[in-house]
Every structure is written in structure tokens, then in C-alpha cells.
């Protein structure tokens, strides 16, 4: 039910691994972002068995941007995988939260000089070069401090993949990654490889987010390792890496098929071992990088219950005490969500249109839900927010970042606290700062 095993129905209540969700709501207020631990963990173990430890000579890198709090952090270390940093702000959160630099990928369309002399004085273990001008700015900088660079070249598979056009990534016309319908591809690795400080490894790609069909991970595979031939044939350089991204997709609602993990590592796996044996050479290193599959299931956002209003013949509103600050994604990209009234499961059943109480018409929770006999007060619980919440939250309006709480079979421990209304104003030079 409602996407990972550790959400259970007790006495017409929800439970979060062994917790009712009302009570967290009660013992540390709302918006609040709960997370079950064992959902993380389970889905990590999984990574670690079925690609890590099944196969040899393969890395996962959690993409961090979907969650990126120090109590990930320590699971995605502890269970083996690494993890993608975008800018520097995510490297600072990264390397504050314990993660070894030979771990951490750089990625990322614009690294400005900034970041990618952190990148270089934090060792990091991998940069991703994602567009031409960043070669020369990267082998300057690399020279400047003296140091040899790992780098991927991120290349445009042209395998279209993603739930909704503003998450898939894989298509010619992208901000991402050097075009492989022209040459240019071919003429940037070669210039790679006459840099003295950097040192090409390989290839990698991402074609999109929320997939949900197998198939287009093996196209993806498939497609990386034509390029791994044509790269060898054209270059001479024989990647010794292929990286073939994240997007593994996860169940929002019922509607959605999750994809099966290992059953899509096994065949991806397949495809870059026979295609290597056909190309004779060395099955290359295999990168993933998953990032909402790991994190999403887990996350149960919980509000609480305020005006209700109906317009007669229309719809009835029902807003909660959060809203687009919290989980920007309906309002972004026409996401859906699944919503319960945690303290009342079942009941007679009414459809509401759940909104947000941010001043925008367009700060949307979930569109028809059915909810039972709804009734100011209530604890509205938000389903596989685990993902592209917390971390896409802001302050508008200025609300408050919510707190994170996991739970772990009948315990709590809240991880990251609300922000204060001090922690508002903090950086405002004009406003004399509360003690
Ligand atoms: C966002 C991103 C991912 C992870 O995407 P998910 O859909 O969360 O799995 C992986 N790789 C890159 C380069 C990304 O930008």
C-alpha cells in the first residue's frame, strides 16, 4: 500500500514503520517530511546486492540533488554507493556530511571556475564535462592547481526517456551534454585527450527521470556502447567507463508500474557484456545513477488539515498548511500525488481538490483526491515525497523549510529541524538580527 511495505493501516490510522502519522504530526508540528528508514536502506541493500556486489568493476552514484540531508548521506556511504554533486553548494553538503571525495561525480551544464576549483581542490574522484567550452575552462584550471582530472565526457544518446518533457533529458535538443547527431561528440573527446591534466575515462549519459519501461534503459545501454564502438574506431580511445545515468522509475499512485531494479541491471548488464565481446574488448567499467528510485518510496509528507471551502456546483477546496514551498512538483510539472486523511483511512468518502496556502492560485497538493468525512484538524498524509521535496523546497511566502523525521521500526529521530523564524532573516543585513 501507498508504495513501500513500511505504510500500514492500524485502527483506521496510518502507520509509518510502527509510528502513527498523526502523532509525529502532533509531537513535531507540520508541514513535516517523514521518512521510513528501512525503505531507504532496503532499496540501497538492493543497489549494493543486485548490481554492486553481483557484478564486478560497477559504481552506483546516488544522484544527491533528489535528497541531499547528512542522514542519506551516512546510508548511501555505509551500503556502498557514491554520489553526483551538481554545483558547489551540493560538493560543500556532500564533503560536511562525510562522503569520501573518490567517491563524489561532478556534474552539472554551467560549472562556473568556482566550482570546479573546489571540485579539483577536493579531489573529487570524477568531473563530468558537459559541454565544450568546459574542456579548456577544466584543463586551465586543472594546470592552475597542478592536478590531473578523471573526467566523463557526457554525451546526447537520443533515447527520449521521462515522465513529462521538462525531466527528459535525452532528446537532441537538450542543455545537456555534447550532441552525437553531428560530430562534435567525436571532436571533443579528441580534444580531451590532447589535454595534459585531463584524464578521459569514459563516456556517460542520463536520457530522463521517472522511467518506467525497462526497454529504454537497454536502448540506452545499446546506444552507449555503439558510441564505445565508433568512439574506439574514430579515436582510438577505448572507453574504459560507461555510465548510463539514472531515472530508474518509482510508484506515485496506482497507476504507475515501478520498474523492476534488478531485472533491469541484469539486462543492461547483458547488453554491455555481449556488446563488449562483440567489440573484443575489456567489458568497461558500469556507472547508475539513481537518485528518486532510491529516496522517493520512502518520504510521507503530513500537514494539517485548515479551511475547507465549497463552491457549490464546482469543487471543494481543502488547504493544508504547506503547499508548493514544500513540494513544488504539481505546480512544476503537473506531478500527482496520492493523499489519505492519516487519523481517518476509511469512512464515507468525499473528493476535494487539495491546495497549498501559498498566495498562488496555481499552488496545487493533488487534484480529486478522496479523502474520508475530511474535517479541519485532520493530518493529511502525502505519499513518495521522498524525492525532489525536501530538496526543491523553498522559502516563499516565507514558510519555514519543514523538518525531517525518520522513523525505523516504532522509533523516531528527527534529522534535520524546521528552519526558525530567525533563520528567515538571517542573511539580511537591513534587519536587525533576533537573538
Ligand atoms: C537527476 C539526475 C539523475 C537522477 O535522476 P533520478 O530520476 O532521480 O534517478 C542522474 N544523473 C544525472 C546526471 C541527473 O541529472
New binding site residues.
Given amino acids: 500500500m501507498y508504495g513501500s511495505r513500511y505504510l500500514t493501516e492500524h485502527e483506521n490510522t496510518l502507520m509509518i514503520d510502527g509510528v502513527a502519522a498523526s502523532e509525529l504530526a502532533a509531537k513535531y508540528g507540520t508541514p513535516l517530511y517523514v521518512m521510513a528508514e528501512r525503505e531507504l536502506t532496503d532499496r540501497l541493500a538492493l543497489v549494493r546486492d543486485a548490481f554492486l556486489a553481483k557484478y564486478p568493476d560497477t559504481y552506483a552514484s546516488y ?1 544527491s ?2 535528497l541531499s540531508i547528512g542522514a542519506v548521506y551516512e546510508q548511501v556511504v555505509k551500503h556502498g554507493l557514491g554520489i ?1 554533486v ?1 554545483t558547489g553548494g551540493e560538493l560543500y553538503v556532500a564533503r560536511a556530511a562525510g562522503v569520501p571525495a573518490e567517491r563524489i561525480y561532478f ?1 552539472g551544464s554551467n560549472k562556473t571556475d568556482e566550482d570546479l576549483r573546489y571540485a579539483l581542490s577536493e579531489n573529487v574522484g570524477t568531473i563530468v564535462i558537459d559541454h565544450a567550452g568546459e574542456i579548456a575552462q577544466l584543463e586551465r584550471l586543472a594546470a592552475e592547481e597542478r592536478k590531473t582530472a578523471n573526467v566523463l565526457i557526457r554525451i546526447v544518446p537520443q533515447v527520449i526517456g521521462g515522465a513529462h518533457a521538462k525531466i527528459q ?1 535525452g532528446g537532441v535538443d537538450t542543455k545537456f551534454g555534447f550532441s552525437t547527431h553531428d560530430d562534435s561528440y567525436l571532436e571533443a573527446i579528441r580534444s580531451i585527450l590532447d589535454c595534459g591534466h585531463l584524464s578521459l575515462q569514459g563516456i556517460h549519459c ?1 536520457v530522463g ?2 522511467i518506467q519501461d525497462t526497454s529504454l534503459f537497454t536502448k540506452t545501454a545499446e546506444t552507449m556502447m555503439d558510441f564505445v564502438g565508433t568512439i574506439r574506431e574514430q579515436t582510438g580511445f577505448t572507453p574504459a567507463e560507461v555510465n548510463v ?4 522509475g518509482i510508484a506515485y499512485t496506482e497507476a504507475d508500474i515501478p520498474l523492476v531494479f534488478a531485472d533491469t541491471i541484469d539486462q543492461v548488464m547483458a547488453i554491455i557484456e555481449r556488446r563488449s565481446s562483440e567489440l573484443g574488448i575489456k567489458r568497461p567499467r558500469v556507472g547508475i ?5 532510491i529516496v522517493a518510496n520512502a518520504g510521507t509528507t503530513l500537514y494539517t488539515v485548515g479551511a475547507i471551502k465549497t463552491v457549490e456546483g464546482v469543487r471543494t477546496y481543502l488547504s493544508v498548511d504547506g503547499g508548493m514551498a514544500d513540494n513544488i512538483r504539481p505546480a512544476l510539472y503537473g506531478a500527482v500525488y496520492e493523499t489519505v486523511i492519516a487519523n481517518r483511512l476509511a469512512g464515507s468518502m468525499t473528493e476535494v481538490t487539495v491546495v497549498g496556502a501559498a498566495c498562488e492560485s496555481g499552488d496545487l497538493v493533488a487534484e480529486k483526491a478522496h479523502l474520508a468525512k475530511p474535517q479541519t484538524g485532520d493530518t493529511l498524509a502525502v505519499f513518495a515525497t521522498g ?1 525532489y521535496n525536501y530538496s526543491m523546497a523553498s522559502n516563499y511566502n516565507q514558510f519555514r523549510r519543514p523538518a525531517v523525521v525518520f522513523v525505523k521500526d516504532g522509533v523516531e529521530r528527527e534529522v534535520v529541524r524546521r528552519q526558525s523564524y530567525a533563520d528567515l532573516v538571517r542573511n539580511d543585513l537591513m534587519i536587525h538580527q533576533p537573538n
Wanted: charge should be neutral; avoid cysteine.
Fill in positions: 544522484a540533488k533528489a553526483d551538481v556534474h533529458t542520463h527521470s521517472q545515468g539514472g531515472g530508474f545513477e539513481p537518485g528518486r528510485w524525492a
